[in-house]
């Protein structure tokens, strides 16, 4: 089996990489070629136990998707976006990398004769927007209320298409807010979500810009991976015309967020967290959904975190603890 | 007021210009002008009481959207698209004309500076895809199962965001299917909607493909120029980032439609329908959604038609009884 992880210099690329270096491809599939590219050059780990080929640019230019797909890969994992703040600063490179360059890709997918790959694309919770009923079925409308979400919406509409057409096999996941992203901070609107978590537990300061009441869906950086693992394994068959799926996630405030680090790490870390309210965080984010039934993902066989305390622990264990070693 | 309409050779483009002459602009503002634009040349009618333009060619085809909005319209009135049937059967000109078309549009509204018109989106209930409930609300997925339905909700999605971001200030409002269309059939795949009414009333054979069984959402061209006109007036502000309105419609079945002919017509006009099931049609068609709530739009002020039997004596009153004088 032939991998192209899109993205791959990202967090989530970089965690799909080493899972797929200590449990083999899909399924358990052996895995002949990995592909990485990013708009800067991944740089894989040493000792892999398959070949790995770097490639970096920027995969919207004309020309660089047909490269990248020349080599056939079974699966495509897409997880390369502009994050939501910047895509909201700068719309007409929001709409260039995170729409154009989607379409880019499965367009030169579509030019390959005989090929269909199972294309996995990291949609987002972002594609709901106020008001949202407290709890988000499986057909409940998206209605983004940022740029980012739009763009994340269109792809996923096309996804759709180009997977009904026959001209890719496509499962568009919509992964909840990711927590706790190691390393610093990116220019997500949702970046205090894991920085509240991650700066405390490093012995640093964190600003928390938002209420603790606020409500969040979450998921660990494993689940995310597992989520990814899963839509490249699962029949596709069922999906019918619907290839976007809500992922499992665990719902939590703020304050219990809070309160977990307290439980586990102590009152002094916890207190490394300042209150500085900013309005257009608070505003954008509280009109994040908060809770989702996934019913269909969880039908398929998609698994996420047991709660927030474990979430906490796969930061410690999967993170902190190798950092500090 | 400037106006212009974009498809303005079509059905409903005509008939919308018919409707500006009689009653003046939006709201009952007076016309300076009207630009109409289409593929083919627009050939207004004789005696119009405003100065118009017409104007021909590919909208989608880079320089034509910056020409027609040198003028700054104040209200647009979008139409242009390939219809259904083409759309599936030729996928990259859907595409081109209906998405890329769209947005060279809106990017030519947004590079031209202090300007945000009111423009109108006409989209379709080709937006939802099957499985769908009875009754569908506002609240509803749209997961289309046609690349014209991909395109339409693509374009709701684009003009959601140039609306929000203040480029523009977009209403998109779904279209039911609109029976009866006068002159040709056209290429979409529910031309049969209005070709087993026209046909018969006009003394020629008519073709039905689907089960007499098969339930509709239908509007009169006449509830179509008003849904027009109402958004091109409304107050935005509450709409907030949903743009998309479902049009109310009257729900009947395809065996109604042929009762209320015979009703209207008698036995023969209504023996002119041959039956001659195309499993093709019927599967697309039978997949689209039978019924709104519409609770959106109705709260707006959008009404539509009465009854089955009041759209079928609009047809009678504005097209057949004309065309025979």
Known sequence: MKIL?????????????????????????????VLLHDVVDP??????????????????????????????????????????????????????????????LFEA????????????????????????????????????ASSYGIQKAMVELLLADYSRRGFLDGVAIRLPTICVRPGRPNAALSGFVSSIMREPLNGQEAVLPVEEAMRLWIASPRAAVSYLMQAATIDTAPLGARRSLNMPGVSVTVGEQIEALRRRAGDE???LIRRAPDPVV?????????????????????????????????YITEDLAPARA
Chains 1, 2 share one sequence.
């Open 5 to 33: 992880i899109l993205g791959a210099a990202g967090m989530i690329g970089r965690k799909l990489l080493a899972h797929l270096a200590a449990n083999g491809g899909p399924g358990g599939a052996p895995i002949k070629a």
């Open 282 to 314: 608070a505003r954008v984010v509280g009109d994040w959904p908060q809770r989702f039934s996934a019913t269909r993902a969880i039908g398929l066989g998609f698994v996420g975190d047991a709660d927030f305390a474990s979430i906490l622990e796969t």
């Open 269 to 271: 870390v916890a207190r």
């Open 109 to 144: 997918i579509r030019a390959v004769p005989n090929y269909a790959p199972r294309l996995i694309y990291t949609s987002s919770l972002a594609v709901f927007g106020a008001p949202c009923p407290d709890v988000i079925d499986d057909d409940y409308l998206c209605a983004p």
């Open 43 to 104: 740089v894989p780990p040493a000792g892999l136990p398959f070949p790995v080929e770097g490639s970096s640019g920027d995969y919207a230019v004309p020309g660089v998707a047909e490269r990248l797909v020349a080599g056939r890969p079974d699966v495509i994992f897409h997880l390369a976006s502009i994050v939501s703040g910047e895509a909201e600063a700068r719309f007409e490179e929001g709409y260039r990398v995170n729409l154009d360059g989607a379409r880019a």
